[in-house]
């Protein structure tokens, strides 16, 4: 197994925060990981993405350019990305703030209204877990328990106390995420 | 701290080696892409657990004489920087490959010429291994692929610089320094005691015994004759490097019609582009370079007969094609493939110019 991710979105919106969970629990769950972030002049202000790849085999580069599933959080990163999924890949979005929809005809589409449901729960820090649930439910690459680990490896141990509330987001991404095109 | 599984940036790493293989100081200015260093050791506080001494200095000059300084009394101190800060670091350089200080600098490359970018680059292969600075001196330079060895060749780096008392260059690049993967840490060793740095740099400045005459520490000789001597006493020393101290790895060499030559963060593109090569049905084989100096040349060479072409990947215009060009006496096909400035080539584009330019 190697799935090759590219998380991208507004600076602030947890994405390099949201790969590096996902790749500590990957780390946790015994696989081999990479996590290679934009830090470029988008990095202060504007973008920010971080691509990781999570695989049973030794890593070749951590630097790609085509990947399995694109999980994107604004229109720049639509733009900039939705060509860069292999072909029958995976491409999640959050639909807030998205004026031109996705157009491939070749890999399957999901939408997950993450932005809306977060500011409606109130919960707008963890906005990003409620995504990664959203891809997890998609492709569990990575165990329940795995994710606590990861989740207690990421974060300092003065905000264990939010772990709760972080894999409570993940379950409602679990449940908000609707397809949009499946192939 | 023991050994155990963590996932962490190559930057990070660095400064955790430097703490965990016994360092007794780090002096550093901050600059991308490598401020993580320094950023790590301030945070991780060693001056209160090892009694490492960790300093922001006014200035990349300032931090490489603090280097020349500390490390003349024998103990194992080090700096990082990137590219535009090396540069500012040359003088020092020579000075310290001059009077035979052992030392350890890292420099974790980004575009140039000049400010350039703060994108990754490895267009400082001539500096690191032609002499940055004057006169015949070279760096022992180790090329680190991955976030697990920019932390053990901080280990190995202090071996090597005091067998040979000797400056040690790690250069890596923005991509390593950057880039977060698993890595499992080593126990803790201790920094030397008074003794112990007494018995392993009895060269050094540590306090004048009645039992012996002065240890000077100079790269200053008025006398040619005995600058010549000094001089071949140098060239004795990397002709040793030469012979016990060459790294490289070797995948899929045996049967290759095809290699390519890379380090460091373009290796591992490299690496994936061998793979979809070899998906094609087309023999490629990586020959990766983990020291710069020693080159793997007759390693190199060896493995040249039986190929039909080489293809150098560098992000730069073309600097370490040279060393494989001499290595290998143009005897086969050897072409160079790059990118500048910050951008990193694809696997796709690699795989592209083996195809177009030695494989056609």
Known sequence: MTEEIIIAGFGGQGVLSMGKILAYSGVMQDKEVSWMPSYGPEMRGGTANVSVIISDERISSPIINQFDTAIILNQQSLDKFEHSVKPGGLLIYDPNGITHEPTRKDINIYKIAATAKAQELGISKVFNMVVLGGFLKLKPIVDKQYIHEGLEHSLPQRHWNLIPQNEEAIEIGKSIIEPVQVL | ?360
């Open chain 2, 1 to 360: 701290m023991a050994r155990e599984l963590k996932l962490m940036k190559g930057n990070e790493a660095i400064a955790r080696a430097m703490i965990a293989s016994g360092a007794d100081g780090y002096f550093g200015y901050p600059i991308t892409p490598q401020s993580e260093v320094m950023e790590t050791l301030m945070a991780e506080k060693p001056w209160e657990t090892t009694g490492m001494v960790v300093l922001q200095a006014e200035s990349e000059m300032a931090s490489i004489n603090m280097v020349y300084g500390g490390a003349a009394t024998g103990k194992k101190v080090a700096t990082s920087s990137s590219s535009p800060g090396i540069s500012l670091m040359q003088e020092g350089l020579t000075y310290l490959a001059g009077a035979e200080i052992p030392c350890l600098v890292v420099n974790v490359m980004r575009g140039g010429p000049g400010l350039g970018t703060i994108q990754p680059s490895q267009s400082d292969y001539f500096q690191s291994v032609k002499g940055g600075g004057h006169g015949d001196y070279q760096l022992y330079t180790l090329a680190p692929a991955s976030v697990q060895e920019m932390y053990d060749f901080v280990f190995d780096a202090w071996d090597i610089a005091f067998k040979y008392r000797n400056p040690v260059l790690i250069l890596s690049d923005g991509a390593i320094g950057q880039c977060m993967e698993k890595l499992y840490t080593r126990d803790n060793v201790a920094r030397w005691t008074e003794e112990e740095r007494r018995a392993n740099a009895p060269w050094a400045t540590w306090g004048k015994p009645a039992t012996r005459p002065h240890n000077i520490i100079t790269s200053l000789e008025l006398d040619s004759a005995r600058q010549e001597v000094f001089n071949l006493k140098l060239q004795k020393k990397y002709a040793e490097m030469k012979e016990k101290e060459v790294r490289y790895e070797m995948l899929n060499c045996e049967d290759a019609d095809y290699i390519i030559v890379a380090y460091g963060s373009s290796s591992r593109i490299a690496m994936k582009a061998m793979q979809m090569a070899r998906e094609k049905g087309i023999k490629v084989g990586l020959f990766r370079l983990i020291t710069l100096f020693p080159f793997p040349s007759k390693q190199l060479a060896e493995v040249a007969k039986r190929v039909k072409g080489i293809l150098c990947v560098e992000m730069s215009a073309g600097q370490m094609i040279e060393d494989v060009k001499l290595a290998t006496e143009c005897g086969v096909k050897t072409e160079h493939f790059g990118r500048f400035g910050g951008i990193i080539p694809t696997p796709g584009e690699v795989l592209e110019a083996l195809e177009n330019k030695i494989i056609k």
